[in-house]
């Protein structure tokens, strides 16, 4: 507003009716631009009274008028003036954000065997749902491309609160396809390639409050994807709360973090208390009231605590004891005719990870989890089911993990693996990693904002990944791999339904080229 104040007082002098009077300071932290502030304010004395809005005040003498010349000049440097601290204005904003950026570009090239029985078990077509029971479809894509951008930024707004965030896009090469199926929800939207519209990643505030007690409170889209030990694959710092064989699962929710390492003298030790939203249904197709529920499914929450520590006498390690309940776990997306919920599920388990393990170039890790059902008697009705002879039988029921929604039903995986630092100078420190994680017939966790092609820890039955990291710089390195996934039951993913024996076969290579920045 000054700038057009100031362009006016210049058009008042070069007409010699403009009036000198008191002085407006405007100060700078930065010393660089005292003489840009000085400038500023030599000019501002000549319009103040332009600034006090027509208030009557003692007349000045008159001010010589100037000439187009002197006028041509005194507004350019007005221009000069406000441009700086454009650049001023913006360098400030950047310093209280910091910002950073991610680009990964990846080519699959898939076969997969026995489709129908990999898939989650429910598959979306413009007739409407259908469950799919085992069948004897091949797939494979020989160039499969994906790229996902994602815009990071963090703020340390005072000495006890910050901010992080992320935004990501995340599609296939030309997919133009509108996307409705139902595996796609609020909790893997920003992990699984979609269309090229941007995403609410993380977007979340720590409080450190100086209380007696070490508490911080973690309020938000929380950092609830990508845990202990994606990060070992994914050549990066820790990502997530939860070990990613619990939970990996972009989720709405409040944190609470005791710090125990002055109580236990074990380092890096905590007790965390956790609330998630996993599902909510709201009504959509109502303009005026969008926020009521439109009892198509209940709400899912989530109640969780984690007791994480380094192990005793081993750098650069961690355990995690995990319990989790999530509730009122959805049955139908597609009408009020069908139950709200199907039952609860209880999750459990113990990670175990060690980085330069006992200070050589390994890295290793296990992981271990298990789940039970708590099925309210209720099912999932679905209109078509194909059948593996191709006919499609009408109204079969599916309740949760079981075929009457009567049983509760108990389900594992173990998940291991260990990645080699190679001692090359030239190559930069190469790294080999195997990975590999078995399921049983019920198992299921929370696990669908997987970063892979496939849902490789939903299996029920054997995967296996062998990888290897190339880094080129700091900020740039390739990915190479290939995983074998060996179904033995459907489902693999999904809380819906008796799961089936299945031959199913799954092999994929894959090259990703990860810059940041």
Known sequence: MKKYLLTAGALLLWS???????????????????????????LQKRVDMLEEGGKTAPSPA?????????????NGDINNIYDTLDVVETKTL?????????LRTRVDN??????????????QTSTGLVAVLPGDDDENDDNNWTNRFRLNMDAKINPT???????????????????????????????RPE????????????????????????????????????????????????????FDAENDGIVATLGLERYTGLKNSGWRFAYGKGYHSDDDNNSSFSFLDDNYAGDTNMYATFLESEIPGLDNSLVVLSYARMTDLPGSFIGADQPETLG??????????????????????????????????????????LMPDGVTTQNIPMGLLSADGNEDNS?????????????????????????????????MSMTMASTEMFNKLATRGDAYELYYIQPVNENLFFRAGYTLIEYEYTGSGSHLGQPQETDAELENYYLLMDVRF
């Not at 950047?94 to 991610?102: L, S």
């Not at 898939?110 to 598959?123: E, N, P, T, W």
């Not at 998940?415 to 399921?439: C, R, S, V």
């Open 16 to 42: 010699g009716t403009a009036f000198a009077g008191g002085a407006d300071t405007v100060t700078m932290p930065a010393n660089t631009y005292k003489a840009i502030m000085d400038r500023l304010d030599t």
């Open 62 to 74: 008159p001010a010589a008028a100037v000439t187009r010349e002197e006028f041509d000049k005194l």
């Open 94 to 102: 950047k310093d209280r954000i910091n910002w950073g950026a991610e």
């Open 110 to 123: 898939y076969k997969l065997s026995d489709l129908s029985a990999a898939d989650m078990g429910i598959r």
């Open 161 to 191: 609160l910050s901010f992080h965030g992320r935004m990501t896009v995340y599609k296939n090469w030309g997919d133009s396809d509108y996307t409705t199926t139902a595996l796609y929800n609020d909790m893997n939207r920003a992990h």
């Open 195 to 246: 269309t090229s519209g941007v995403k609410l990643d993380r977007a979340y505030v720590d409080w450190v409050p100086d209380f007696v007690i070490p508490i911080a409170l973690t309020v938000g889209r929380h950092p609830s994807t990508e845990g202990p030990p994606l990060e070992i694959k994914e050549n990066r710092q820790r990502q997530s709360t939860y070990p990613a064989l619990l």
């Open 344 to 385: 609860d599920m209880d999750l459990y388990g113990i990670h175990l990870q060690a980085n330069k393990f006992l200070k050589s170039n390994f890295d290793l890790f296990v992981s271990w989890a298990g789940n039970k059902t708590d099925a309210n008697g209720e099912v999932q009705v679905f209109p078509n089911v």
């Open 411 to 443: 389900g594992s995986c173990i998940f291991a693996g260990l990645a080699y630092t190679i001692p090359f100078t030239p190559l930069n420190h190469p790294k080999i990693g195997f990975e590999y994680n078995h399921g049983s017939k019920y198992w």
